[in-house]
């Protein structure tokens, strides 16, 4: 039991408290700073409906959480603590958990979307402000990431992580879970970061503070420390950088996604034996 009781803790209830933390502070956040500039800047960004919906959709993961370990597992037997651990990497225990943590995160979006008066426009779904600006800042973006692809090749520190477990002994591809990496998590992570949380702090504070309060919003948000950590938050500036340069979501987005490719395809070429 106590081995169980372990992996609820590890890999259901923390992170996914830290994240709720994480969300609720962000709301404090915009509540101080919309009373410092006053209610009638933006009362379409209400920060009392973020930590309403946040409070609701992480709730009913850590209920959904707290089920499927207990049926996965099996709660009146206590295995090894490697087999517990090789379960949650290999099995549909850490796909089933990494997506309903995914979808929390797109229901928070969600009900903080519905609440507001905005529309998708909003939130970052429109076309770019100028075809060359976006295509010259893709580019430079893309650059960034295979220099960073390279250098998590050759540092340890930089190839741990949820990504590296999800395929560290996994034999044929999750391609469920990896298509929810490369396609979905990006889109969800960039509308509620880029697309509100920018967006709605643009209205109360300078740009520049605006993208990075986001940032380092977005860093935490992943639960992971050390250089990780710091890596994520240069991500996070860089998409906000992006939406600032192009003005849509959509290539914000792009960009998500192919370094979420480009993490899983290092992940493989660290885990599968050489052709």
């Not at 923390?14 to 502070?25: D, F, T, Y």
């Not at 520049?208 to 050390?226: E, N, R, S, Y």
């Not at 950590?229 to 950088?241: D, E, H, R, T, V």
Request: proline letters at 5%; one cysteine or more.
């Amino acid at each position: 039991m106590r081995y169980t009781v372990l992996l609820v803790l590890r890999y259901a209830l923390i992170p996914q408290a830290v994240q709720l933390g994480v969300l609720l502070a962000v709301s404090c956040l915009l509540e101080i700073a919309r009373s410092r500039v006053g209610n009638d800047r933006e009362a379409a960004y209400r920060p009392g409906k973020l930590a309403r919906s946040a409070t609701l959709a992480y709730l009913a993961y850590l209920v959904f959480a707290v089920l499927v370990v207990g049926y996965e597992v099996d709660w009146n037997v206590s295995p090894p603590l490697d087999v517990i651990l090789s379960i949650s990497r290999n099995g549909k225990l850490w796909s089933a958990l990494s997506i309903a943590s995914d979808v929390a995160l797109g229901v928070t979006a969600l009900g903080w979307w519905r609440s507001s008066r905005l529309t998708l426009k909003d939130a970052g779904f429109q076309g770019p402000q100028r075809i060359e600006k976006t295509a010259a800042t893709l580019s430079v973006v893309l650059m960034v990431v295979c220099l960073v692809a390279g250098a998590m090749l050759h540092d340890p520190s930089l190839r741990g992580g949820p990504a590296r477990e999800s395929v560290a002994t996994v034999d044929r591809p999750d391609v469920l879970l990896w298509a929810w990496t490369v396609l979905i998590v990006p889109l969800t992570e960039e509308v509620f970061f880029r697309g509100m949380l920018q967006n709605g702090l643009k209205k109360l504070v300078p740009t520049a503070l605006a993208v990075t309060l986001q940032a380092i919003a977005f860093g935490l948000m992943h639960v992971v420390g050390g250089p990780r950590m710091a890596l994520l938050i240069l991500a996070g500036l860089l998409q906000g950088c992006i939406y600032e340069a192009t003005g849509t979501i959509y290539a914000a987005w792009l960009v998500h996604s192919l370094w979420n490719a480009t993490v899983i395809a290092i992940a493989l070429t660290r885990t599968q034996p050489p052709l």
